[in-house]
C-alpha cells in the first residue's frame, strides 16, 4: 500500500542552524501539507501546497519557513535558523483532494538545542 | 479560535463495549471530516472520513455518524479491543482553503 515517506526520523540541531526535512507523498496525490506537534498538544497546520505553490500558510510558517518541491518525488521543509521552539514532530501529509482522504508520514522528530 | 473541539480528554471502555468519540465544530465550510488514531512518536493512522453530503459511514468496527444540523460528529468503535487504545484525533477539511484542521484529541483506553 502506497504510503507517506519522511526522513529523518529524528534530528539533533543547535539553535540558529538551518534544517530540511523530507518527504516522499504518495505518488497520484496533488496536495502536500507540513503539521507539527509540539509534546502534548495538539497537530497544528503548518503550510499547503498545491501545483507548485504555497496554497496556505499558518501564522506559525513565518520567514524562517520554506517548502519545495525540488523534483517530481520529494517534498521539502527548510526551517533557515532554528528556534528552541520550533522543538516538535513535523508531519508530512498528502491528499489526492477528491476523496478527501489525508494520509500522513511517520514523521520527524526535531529537537534543537 | 477552535474550530474543531474534543472535550473530552479521556475515555476508559471495557473490551468488547462500544467506545464513543465525540467532536464538535463551528465552520459550515467544512466538507469531509475525518477520524484519526495516534501513538506517541508516530504519525497519525487515517482511519474513517465522511463526507458532509452524508451522515453516516461505516469500515468494519469503526462508524462515523455526521450530524449537521449540531455540527457534530462521533466515532463509534464496536466492539472495542485493547488495541484500540490511543489517542484519537478528529479533523476537518475547509472546502475553501483544503486546510485540514485538527482537535485536540482524545485518549481512549480500552480495558481487558
Avoid at chain 1, 534544517?19 to 503548518?46: A, D, T
Avoid at chain 2, 464496536?78 to 477539511?93: I, K, N
Wanted: proline residues 4%.
Amino acid at each position: 500500500e502506497p504510503e507517506v515517506t519522511q526522513t529523518p526520523s529524528h534530528q539533533v540541531t543547535q539553535m540558529g542552524q538551518e534544517v530540511i526535512l523530507r518527504c516522499v507523498p504518495i505518488s497520484n496525490h496533488l496536495y502536500f501539507y507540513w503539521y507539527r506537534q509540539i509534546l502534548g498538544q495538539k497537530v497544528e497546520f503548518l503550510v499547503s501546497f498545491y501545483n507548485n505553490e504555497i496554497s496556505e500558510k499558518s501564522e506559525i510558517f513565518d520567514d524562517q519557513f520554506s517548502v519545495e518541491r525540488p523534483d517530481g518525488s520529494n517534498f521539502t521543509l527548510k526551517i533557515r535558523s532554528t528556534k528552541l521552539e520550533d522543538s516538535a514532530m513535523y508531519f508530512c501529509a498528502s491528499s489526492r483532494f477528491n476523496t478527501g482522504e489525508l494520509f500522513f508520514g511517520e514523521g520527524s522528530r526535531l529537537t534543537v538545542l | 479560535d477552535q474550530q474543531v473541539k474534543q472535550n473530552s480528554p479521556s475515555l476508559s471502555v471495557q473490551e468488547g463495549r462500544i467506545s464513543i468519540l465525540n467532536c464538535d465544530y463551528t465552520n459550515s465550510m467544512f466538507d469531509y471530516f475525518l477520524w484519526y488514531k495516534k501513538y506517541p512518536a508516530e504519525g497519525p493512522t487515517f482511519l474513517i472520513s465522511i463526507s458532509s453530503i452524508k451522515d453516516k459511514n461505516e469500515d468494519g468496527r469503526f462508524t462515523v455518524f455526521l450530524n449537521k444540523s449540531a455540527k457534530h460528529l462521533s466515532l463509534h468503535i464496536v466492539p472495542s479491543q485493547p488495541g484500540d487504545s490511543a489517542v484519537y484525533f478528529c479533523a476537518a477539511r475547509d472546502s475553501g482553503t483544503y486546510k485540514y484542521i485538527f482537535g485536540t484529541g482524545t485518549r481512549l483506553k480500552v480495558l481487558a
